[in-house]
């Protein structure tokens, strides 16, 4: 089991920048996945990037070349660094942990979400 705390949310610009942050309550290693998902009012929740423990990256099309997932495993901590922020980024950001157990399937985990506005 993880439990995951995200932050760095908040309103800001069109054009500006922010850095979400995603603290795990132990150790990266042994997790599957790291992953950014979103949900904006009215909509499905979307899976925006992915970073794999054999250090692959998966990003959503809207936010290829904008959006940066990264990892520090020594703080436990993933991170999506968000670029040239549209107005469309906005939503609410969970943070999402993958481990495949001992039957091989993935047990998922969810942070509490963390706020995004964009304006205009």
């Known amino acids: 089991q993880v439990q995951l705390v995200e932050s760095g949310g908040g309103l800001v610009q069109a054009g500006e920048s922010l850095r979400l942050s995603c603290a795990a309550s132990?150790?990266?290693?042994?997790?599957?996945?790291m992953n950014w998902y979103r949900q904006s009012p009215g909509n499905q929740r979307e899976l925006v990037a992915t970073?794999?423990?054999?250090?692959?990256?998966y990003y959503e099309d809207s936010v290829k070349g904008r959006f940066t997932i990264s990892r520090d495993n020594a703080k436990n901590t993933v991170y999506l660094q968000m670029n040239s922020l549209k107005p469309e980024d906005t939503a609410v950001y969970y943070c999402?942990?993958?481990?495949?157990?001992?039957?091989?399937?993935?047990?998922?985990?969810w942070g509490q979400g963390t706020q995004v506005t964009v304006s205009l």
């Open positions: 970073t794999t423990s054999a250090g692959s990256t």
């Open positions: 999402n942990a993958a481990i495949r157990d001992s039957s091989g399937n993935f047990v998922r985990t």
């Open positions: 132990r150790s990266l290693f042994n997790i599957n996945a």
